[in-house]
T-cell receptor, first 112, second 114 residues
Framework: TQLLEQSPQFLSIQEGENLTVYCNSS?????LQWYRQEPGEGPVLLVT?????EVKKLKRLTFQFGDARKDSSLHITAAQPGDTGLYLC????????????FGKGTKLTVNP | DTAVSQTPKYLVTQMGNDKSIKCEQN?????MYWYKQDSKKFLKIMFS???????INETVPNRFSPKSPDKAHLNLHINSLELGDSAVYFC?????????????FGPGTRLTVT
């Protein structure tokens, strides 16, 4: 059972465009994280959101945690080729479960 | 000043062999993990140790045996390698068990079994 569904699976856009990536679940998470992975490297943590409705900004990236803490979105404004990578969301169930559940990722390609 | 390091980066071996992957973190974290990332990029947890104690053991064949000599090291030994073991294996660490379990990943070890 895949607890976290990411969409779209693949996204190819031109430099300067805006985009949104979604991470959805029927389960409630105590926190949710977003990672970016580049080819040949390990995932790198971008942000953690913990409060329902929370919005965090990281330069041109805006992350939102759903009010019910079941979903999240990542919006990138004016995408650049350096944003290319695999974006992974991961949720912590809490309640003594000491592990993250990862989505299958969104592979983003930003063409110059 | 690598935070989480793994060796080797690449590992090519034949079916039936035994191999080990080593991981070290210098972040002072209490918890370390092994993940497997398949060809479709799906990242799945295999094991987790907290202060040298095994706390997560997912449904992994017993050919895989983790070992944590101290809280800064977590090694993975694989016996009788099979073709399906080919994947990228990531080590990660996080501060502790209090959550939200933010992961700091190593660069990965690409294992190819022929």
């Amino acid at each position: 059972t895949q607890l976290l569904e990411q969409s779209p699976q693949f996204l190819s856009i031109q430099e300067g465009e805006n985009l949104t990536v979604y991470c959805n679940s029927s389960s409630v998470f105590s926190s949710l994280q977003w990672y970016r992975q580049e080819p040949g490297e390990g995932p790198v943590l971008l942000v953690t959101v913990v409060t329902g409705g929370e919005v965090k900004k990281l330069k041109r990236l805006t992350f939102q945690f759903g009010d019910a803490r079941k979903d999240s979105s990542l919006h990138i404004t004016a995408a650049q080729p350096g944003d290319t990578g695999l974006y992974l969301c991961a949720g912590a169930r809490g309640g003594g479960s000491e592990k993250l559940v990862f989505g299958k990722g969104t592979k983003l390609t930003v063409n110059p | 000043d690598t935070a989480v390091s793994q060796t080797p980066k690449y590992l090519v071996t034949q079916m039936g062999n035994d191999k080990s992957i080593k991981c070290e973190q210098n972040l002072g974290h209490d918890t370390m993990y092994w993940y497997k990332q398949d060809s479709k990029k799906f990242l799945k947890i295999m094991f987790s140790y907290n202060n040298k104690e095994l706390i997560i053991n997912e449904t992994v064949p017993n050919r895989f045996s983790p070992k944590s000599p101290d809280k800064a090291h977590l090694n993975l030994h694989i016996n009788s390698l099979e073709l399906g073991d080919s994947a990228v294996y990531f080590c990660a660490s996080s501060p502790g068990l209090a959550g939200p379990y933010e992961q700091y990943f190593g660069p990965g070890t690409r294992l190819t079994v022929t």
